[in-house]
C-alpha cells in the first residue's frame, strides 16, 4: 500500500491550496482517508478525515469551515482543499488511511494503518 501525498508548498496568508493524497495498493473503499499535521516542535494533529465508501466527512475545530475534503473515485485520490489559509496552517501534512469499524475515531491517528510521506505547507506574510 502506498499513500502519495502532494500540492504542499510555500504560500501567502489568506490563499488557497489543495493537497492530494494518491492511493494505491489495494482497494480503499472500506477504508478512513485522513489527513494529519504536525508543526515544528508540535504533535501531530488531526485535520479531517472522509469515509471512502460514503463520503463522511470529519474535520477538527481549527480547519473546520475553511478546510474541505473529497475524493475522485476513479482516480484513487483524495483531496484537502485548504482556504484562507492562516500562519498556524504551517506543518507537514501527512495522509493516512484506517479500515473503518463501528467505533473508528477519525481524530486519533493510532486508528490509521497506513501513512504517506507528507507534504510541507508553509504559510507567510
Known amino acids: 500500500v502506498q499513500l502519495q501525498a502532494s500540492g504542499g508548498g510555500l504560500m501567502q496568508i489568506g490563499v488557497s491550496l489543495r493537497l492530494s493524497c494518491s492511493a494505491s495498493g489495494r482497494t480503499f473503499s472500506s477504508y478512513v482517508m485522513g489527513w494529519f499535521r504536525q508543526a515544528p516542535g508540535k504533535e501531530r494533529e488531526f485535520v479531517a478525515a472522509l469515509s471512502w465508501s460514503d463520503g463522511r466527512t470529519y474535520f477538527s475545530d481549527s480547519v473546520k469551515g475553511r478546510f474541505t475534503i473529497s475524493r475522485d473515485i476513479a482516480k484513487n485520490t483524495v483531496y484537502l482543499q485548504m482556504n484562507s489559509l492562516k500562519f498556524g496552517d504551517t506543518a507537514v501534512y501527512y495522509c493516512?488511511?484506517?479500515?473503518?469499524?463501528?467505533?473508528?475515531?477519525?481524530?486519533?491517528?493510532?486508528?490509521?494503518?497506513?501513512w504517506g510521506q507528507g507534504t510541507e505547507v508553509t504559510v507567510s506574510s
Open positions: 493516512a488511511a484506517g479500515l473503518y469499524y463501528y467505533n473508528f475515531q477519525p481524530d486519533n491517528d493510532a486508528e490509521y494503518d497506513y
